[in-house]
């Protein structure tokens, strides 16, 4: 057969079915591997305390594995001839799926004190590396390999890119919205396994295809008529830059909005699903919407952003703050992977393009999923990005900034404003705060009418975000830490009377410097917020301690500010158990009721899942569980399998006792649920404070109390608050099965 006569012939016999055939596998390899990211990240919550930082140090090991399927694919392509490198894939699947079903590899059951990133990434990659590496070189390889057949469109292989990223996106909605409030992980984990074994079957179907179109003379002559030079490196550059911005921006968005709600698939698959989308829209031909669309439209939402930072409570619900978010990380992510799609080079560096596309998502991720929470203390990654896409638009040049005035004065009066007061690190006097404040609302206006000058916008940022930070409208002391499971500040109030534990908006502690005199207070301090004597955590330690008569053997999960402390008596026994070893320094350091009220109590480092099963059971004459995560409850200590744990734990006629209080979820039903499935006794108390109590630092809290017998609850009946809860037909949540979503629309419904 002539040369010239390959296209013809070709594209009749690849056009029949073969287009269908790499279509269906590329969009199979795409739901497999996005579907298996939440899944697998459940699995592992558990083990790390339900924190957010466990998606994003999982956004870093996918985007790592990814780059090393990339560069897989890209070197078979290169390095051996069609058949070969059919061959050698084939075996790489096969192998991949003795790897199956997916499971926590044995031997990772509990993480270190420290390092929980770096154990994290090891845990992965011993559980589902092989997998994932397989499924992770099949997009750019079946292209490569689609661009040797005889079809129409091999010139032009990026249109399986929009069906992988369809399959992607479906897949990512599909978990939260349908396969995990419908299933348990048992059946996702059999089904993802039958869908493997049917995607080597699909790939091998392409492999046939290829080789009967195609054989191992090369490339076809479509593809070949398109060849041109090998990307230069300000080409290369330009492309991990513009992969780099989306991919930081995407672990920081998700890390913000799962902080305050739980760390769920639900929040996870949003910004990811965005993410895709963008691709599946600017790898059209032409793109869906217009890069001028998506240019005039960013400016507005970064600058809503910016505000949304600056007055966290100023646009209300925390679905209109999603949505602010949602959609400047969309739009920003479009202007940026539209830039990609318009360089994208010929099929004949399609690899090398994926490549180095990778490359930058994988920094990007780094940068924001591993190095920014140990080199910042606050979380600066989100902002900086920001500012970082806006220095991506079009007119944003070294010359450009040079050859502005104006620019120049914007940049001297950052350095002016923010770098000395950020070095000496002592706030100004209210006044100055709202001048700053005031300055920051101009800067963003500012923005807005620079728009089309992306450097004076960026820097205008840069002002008023950096105003925001610096400038603190309290006078009073501010110390700010960064662990693996958040930000923690502790920070004095402007009239000095108190000092603060604040978790992301959500403060886990108060005590009370000094008195209605203004001297300091003397004595053992007074538990504050959700902790009052008033309130029913408090109320059900004292009912406790009347029924038996005795001193109390106390056990807390969630130390915070170690506010219970200061409700034990003589006698009692308390232990504590804290998965931050941050927040214990915090308690023992910046706060005295540890100290002054339980300072012999034993704090056990680690997750309560796994710390309460070691040690002598039935021990507990009450048993608190107050973890949080900012306003998250950690969705795997309220399953089935939490409540046998600590049922376990406590003594015959002792109760646990759960901190529900939530702003987005009703969790009520679903410990009424769990309880009923255990044969327990349940009751619910949603303690409502007066605006007089919130000013003193007397917060509303949302309790339940779980026994074996309702005599186990004597005094805490409904003339104290308590009353008894339905779970109304809700499914107890287990360690295979929980529905988020449920609980948030239950709690828009009360």
């Known amino acids: 057969m002539s040369l010239a006569e390959t296209p013809a012939s070709l594209s009749h016999s690849a056009g029949r079915w073969g287009m269908a055939v790499f279509t269906g596998a590329v969009f199979t390899s795409a739901a497999l591997l996005f579907a298996v990211q939440p899944l697998f990240a459940k699995m592992v919550l558990p083990v790390l305390g339900g924190s957010p930082g466990v998606w994003s140090v ?10 090393a399927g990339y560069a897989y694919a890209h070197a078979l392509t290169r ?37 929980e990133a770096l154990w994290l990434l090891g845990l992965f990659t011993a559980s589902i590396g092989l ?30 890119y929009a069906a992988s990223n369809v399959g992607s996106f479906i897949a990512l909605f599909a978990y939260p919205f349908l396969i995990e409030p419908l299933s348990t ?5 059999a089904w993802w396994t039958q869908g493997f074994n049917i995607l080597i079957a699909l790939i091998a179907g392409c492999g046939l295809v290829a080789i009967r179109t195609a054989g191992d003379a090369g490339i076809s002559a479509a593809v070949a008529s398109t060849a041109e030079p090998a990307p230069a490196a300000r ?17 920081a968005v998700t890390a913000h909005l799962s902080t305050d709600v739980a760390a769920a698939p639900f929040l996870w698959v949003m910004p990811l699903g965005l993410f895709l989308l963008t691709f599946v829209l600017v790898f059209r031909d032409p793109p869906a919407i217009s890069q001028r669309t998506m240019l005039a439209i960013q400016p507005f939402l970064i600058a809503a952003v910016a505000v949304s930072i600056a007055r966290p409570t100023l646009f209300g619900s925390i679905a209109l703050v999603a949505a602010v978010h949602l959609a400047a990380f969309f739009v920003t992510a479009m202007v940026c992977h539209g830039e990609l799609a318009a360089r994208r080079p010929a099929p004949r560096h399609l690899t090398a393009f994926y490549l180095w596309m990778s490359f930058g998502g994988v920094l990007g991720g780094i940068f924001a999923g591993l190095l920014a929470p140990r080199i910042f203390s606050w979380v600066i990654e989100y902002p900086l990005v920001l500012v970082l896409a806006v220095l991506c638009r079009p007119g ?28 000496i690190g002592v706030p100004p006097l209210a006044a100055f705060a709202v001048g700053a404040t005031l300055a920051t609302g101009l800067s963003l206006v500012g923005a807005l009418v620079w728009r089309d000058r992306p450097i004076r916008f960026a820097l205008l940022l840069v002002l008023a975000l950096g105003v925001i930070r610096v400038y603190h409208l309290d006078t009073g002391e501010s110390r700010t830490t960064r662990s693996f499971f958040g930000v923690h500040r502790v920070v004095v109030t402007d009239d000095g009377r108190f000092r603060l534990l604040q978790h992301g908006t959500t403060f886990h502690g108060a005590e009370r410097l000094v008195d209605t005199s203004g001297q300091p207070v003397q004595g053992p301090p007074e538990p504050l917020t959700y902790y009052h004597r008033e309130g029913p955590l408090a109320g059900a330690i004292f009912a406790a301690r009347e029924r038996l008569g005795r001193p109390l053997r106390v056990g807390v999960v969630g130390l915070g500010s170690g506010s219970l402390a200061c409700h034990a008596r003589p006698g009692d026994e308390w232990r504590y158990y804290e998965i931050d070893s941050e927040v214990v320094r915090i308690a023992r350091e910046e706060f005295s009721f540890l100290r ?18 070691e040690g002598e059971q039935g021990i507990y004459d009450v048993l608190v569980i107050d973890a949080f995560s900012s306003d998250s409850i950690p969705v795997h200590l309220l399953t089935r399998e939490a409540m046998a744990i600590y049922r376990r734990k406590i003594a015959l006629g002792g109760v646990i006792t759960l901190h529900i209080s939530n702003r987005h979820m009703h969790l009520a039903p679903i410990v009424a649920a769990i309880a009923a499935e255990h044969g327990l006794v349940a009751r619910i108390n949603n303690y409502a404070s007066s605006p007089d109590r919130v000013a003193d630092m007397r917060l509303a809290i949302t309790a339940a109390v779980v026994a074996e017998r309702p005599a186990d609850l004597a005094g805490l009946d409904e003339a104290q608050g308590w009353r008894s809860v339905e779970a109304a037909g809700v499914r107890p949540w287990t360690d295979d099965y929980s529905n988020v979503i449920g609980a948030i629309i239950a709690h828009y419904r009360k």
């Open 185 to 189: 992980l048992g059946w996702q984990t």
């Open 58 to 67: 999982a956004m870093v090991f996918f985007q790592a594995v990814l780059l």
């Open 596 to 613: 002054r009220c339980t300072p012999n109590a034993p704090v056990v480092l680690g997750d309560a899942r796994l710390t309460l099963t």
């Open 131 to 160: 997998p994932f590496f397989a499924l992770s070189a099949n997009g750019p390889l079946l292209q490569a390999w689609f661009a040797r057949t005889g079809h129409t469109q091999a010139a032009n292989p990026y249109v399986l």
């Open 396 to 423: 944003a040049s070294l010359d450009a900034f040079r050859s502005d005035g104006v620019a120049k004065l914007l940049a001297a009066l950052c350095l002016v404003l923010l770098v000395p007061a950020g070095l």
């Open 235 to 251: 080409t290369i550059l330009g492309w991990i830059g513009l992969s780099f911005i989306p991919s930081a921006l995407l672990v």
């Open 79 to 115: 390095l051996l001839p069609l058949k070969g490198a059919i061959v050698v894939h084939l075996c790489v699947m096969a192998v991949a799926s003795l790897a199956l079903p997916l499971a926590v590899a044995p031997g990772w059951g509990r993480p270190p004190a420290d390092g």
